[in-house]
């Protein structure tokens, strides 16, 4: 039986800590790492929800994406609803790993995977790679096997992404010819001047705000823009960190079994007319 000691090890391997930014908040969060690792849940959001399903499936390990203290803290106690979840895993000897901007700018990571749920085939490349290393970086770009409208390109990724209450928002011509594509898994507003950049034809990312976006858009010759949701673009990705992970333990003679969180954690949980809320 593993331990979460070789579990994080497996882990921290496929996504470097020290790829990630400064500012973030990587690795083991809580856990014994001599406590041994039957299950390991993968979700976007280290949430109660989530918990509460990693409980029901008996998991010894959760790996989220996003941390759950970004910043520092003083205090776990259980009046807030981080310190509710830290202590619910601690009773339950239920470990937390976090694997952020590392696994944002991993060779395969985040976008990778986002790039593949919407169609995007052969090679990809960093839409901004690393400095120390080309193949890594943040977003990626990729081509389409045979040309597609905008609206089609638009109804495809729809369909190979998660369902959420606000869908894709679309900017430009509808029936502009889509080839190449960039994509950046989570908030991509700092990205879009790089997404000009490359030439391609469609940016496809989340959280864009909309005074950048307005901007944008009034330029001439530049992308079309496709915004979905936060949690929707990162989730892609927690099938294929699973899969490494079994793949690379079992290269060791060891075994887990893993499960990918199906619970939906997007902030937002309906859209309405003015009219549905008189």
């Known amino acids: ?6 579990v994080v090890r497996e882990l921290e391997s496929t996504y470097d800590p020290r790829w990630a930014e400064s500012w973030d908040a990587v690795g083991l969060v809580c856990g014994d790492p001599s406590s041994e690792v039957r299950r390991v849940l993968f979700a976007v959001d280290p949430v109660a929800a989530v918990a509460e399903e990693a409980l029901r499936w008996d998991a010894d390990l959760i790996v ?13 106690a259980a009046t807030t609803f981080k310190g509710r979840l830290v202590h619910t ?39 901004l790679p690393s400095a120390d290393d080309p193949r890594r970086g943040l977003g990626r770009v990729g081509s ?13 990724a729809a369909r190979g992404l998660p369902g959420t209450a606000g869908g894709l928002r679309v900017a430009g ?21 790089t997404a000009r950049a ?6 496809l990312t989340a959280d864009l705000r909309h ?44 075994t887990v079994e893993t499960r990918v969180s199906e619970t939906v954690t997007d902030a937002w949980k309906t859209t309405a007319e ?5």
Do not use: Q
Request: hydrophobic share 45%; with cysteine; glycine share 10%.
């Open 1 to 6: 039986m593993p331990t979460l000691a070789d």
């Open 64 to 76: 989220t994406h996003h941390p759950l203290y970004l910043r520092g803290t003083t205090s776990v």
């Open 89 to 127: 895993l601690i009773k339950n000897d239920v470990g937390l790993f976090t694997a952020h901007t590392n696994a944002d700018v991993a060779d395969p990571g985040v976008s990778d995977a986002l790039a593949r749920a919407v169609g995007l085939t052969g090679p990809l490349t960093p839409l």
């Open 144 to 156: 389409l096997p045979a040309p597609l409208s905008l609206r089609e390109f638009a109804r495809r």
């Open 173 to 193: 011509d509808l029936d502009c010819e889509v080839r190449r594509v960039a994509v950046s898994g989570g908030s991509g507003d700092s990205l879009l001047g």
């Open 198 to 203: 490359a030439g391609v034809d469609v940016f």
């Open 211 to 254: 005074h950048p976006a307005s901007e944008f858009m009034e330029a001439p010759d530049g992308p079309a823009l496709i915004d979905a949701a936060h949690w929707a673009t990162e989730w892609p990705w927690l099938a294929e960190a699973a899969r490494r992970l079994t793949s690379g333990l079992a290269g060791k003679g060891i």
């Open 274 to 278: 003015c009219e549905d809320l008189k």
